[in-house]
C-alpha cells in the first residue's frame, strides 16, 4: 500500500528521531536505514520541504528534524512525500458514475481508514515502543 519512497521517508524520520541533537549526514542515514544515497537525497529534499527535516551544511551539519517526534505523525512523513490518493471519482472516467460505484466507494472507505490510522500515531509513540525490534532500521 505504501511506495517505496514512503517507506524510505519512514525509516528517516524515524532513524532521526533517535538522534536528536545529533545532526546526521546522509552517508550515515543511507547506511543505518539501508536506503540508496541517492534516493535519500530526493526524500531528505521531500521532507525537508515539508517542514519535517532541516539540514546544516559545514563542520557538525547534516540533517535533523525540524520538530519534535511527538509532533509528526506517520501520516505527516507520508504525505510529504507520496500522499495516499483518495478516490473522488470514477477511475475509469465513466461519464454515468455520478458517485462512486460499490467497488471504489469500498477502496475509498479502506484509503480513509489508513489516514485516520496513520494520523493517529506519532514518531514518537514508534519510538517509545517496548517491542525490541527498532522500527524501520536497522541496528548494529
Known amino acids: 500500500m505504501l ?10 524520520v ?8 545529533q545532526p546526521s549526514s ?5 547506511e543505518q536505514t539501508k536506503v540508496p544515497r541517492r534516493y535519500l537525497n530526493r526524500v531528505l529534499q521531500d521532507l525537508a520541504a515539508a517542514g519535517l527535516v532541516r539540514s546544516r551544511s559545514g563542520p557538525g551539519g547534516g540533517y535533523e528534524l525540524a520538530k519534535e517526534p511527538a509532533e509528526i505523525t506517520i ?6 512525500v507520496a500522499p ?15 458517485s462512486l460505484c460499490p467497488l471504489h466507494a469500498e477502496l475509498d ?4 481508514a489508513t489516514q485516520a490510522a496513520f494520523a493517529g500515531v506519532t514518531m514518537q509513540q514508534l519510538l517509545e515502543s517496548t517491542n525490541p525490534i527498532v522500527p ?5
Open 109 to 112: 472507505r479502506a484509503y480513509e
Open 75 to 80: 501520516l505527516d512523513v507520508v504525505n510529504a
Open 14 to 21: 524515524t532513524c532521526l528521531g533517535t538522534r536528536i541533537g
Open 136 to 140: 524501520l532500521r536497522e541496528v548494529s
Open 84 to 98: 495516499l490518493e483518495r478516490i473522488n471519482a470514477c477511475p475509469l472516467g465513466l461519464k454515468s458514475h455520478t
Open 26 to 30: 546522509a552517508d550515515v542515514l543511507a
Open 3 to 12: 511506495s517505496k519512497t514512503a517507506e524510505y521517508a519512514l525509516r528517516a
